[in-house]
C-alpha cells in the first residue's frame, strides 16, 4: 500500500507522493460526518528525480491540463472506508501515468498504391459513374 509506485519501469518512492484526506459527500450515513474518507493523492511530476527526462517531457506534454504548477492530483471517494479510496487512488494515478507516458507510436511509412488496387478504384469509378448515366435523362 505505501510502497513505490510503478509505472513503464520507473518507480516512484512513497516518499514523492502526498496523500490528502477530507470528509466525503455520498452514501455513508452519519459516518459520513465524521470520517475522513474521500483521499487525494498529488504527484509532482515537474520536480521528482525519479522520473527520467524524456518521460517527464512526454508526461508535462500529455497531461498538461492536468496538472497545476506541475503537479498531478488524482481524488477517489467512491468508496465508504479511506482503505479502498486510497487503493483506488493509487490505481488511478499509475493508471494516468502508464497511459500518458506511453511512447509515441512508431511513424507510419508511406506506401504507394499497388497497380491491382488502383484498377479496382478506377473500375469502381465507372461503374458508379454508369449506373448514374442511366439516371439521366436521354438526349433529344
Do not use: I
Not at 497545476?68 to 479510496?85: F, I, K, M, P
Not at 499509475?94 to 488496387?117: F, I, K, M
Amino acid at each position: 500500500m505505501s510502497g513505490p509506485l510503478a509505472f513503464r519501469g520507473v518507480e516512484v518512492p512513497a516518499s514523492e507522493l502526498s496523500w490528502r484526506f477530507s470528509r466525503s459527500a455520498g452514501p455513508g450515513g452519519q459516518s459520513v460526518n465524521t470520517a475522513d474518507s474521500r483521499v487525494q493523492l498529488s504527484f509532482d511530476v515537474l520536480r521528482s528525480p525519479s522520473v527520467p527526462e524524456p518521460v517527464r517531457r512526454r508526461l508535462l506534454d500529455r497531461l498538461g491540463s492536468r496538472l497545476a504548477d506541475g503537479v498531478l492530483t488524482v481524488a477517489a471517494s467512491e468508496y465508504r472506508s479511506q482503505h479502498r479510496n486510497r487503493e483506488a487512488a493509487r490505481a488511478r494515478l499509475a493508471a494516468l501515468l502508464t497511459e500518458a507516458s506511453a511512447p509515441p507510436p512508431p511513424r507510419r511509412r508511406a506506401t504507394r498504391p499497388t497497380r491491382g488496387s488502383q484498377e479496382r478504384r478506377l473500375a469502381g469509378k465507372q461503374r458508379r459513374s454508369r449506373t448514374k448515366a442511366l439516371r439521366r435523362r436521354p438526349p433529344d
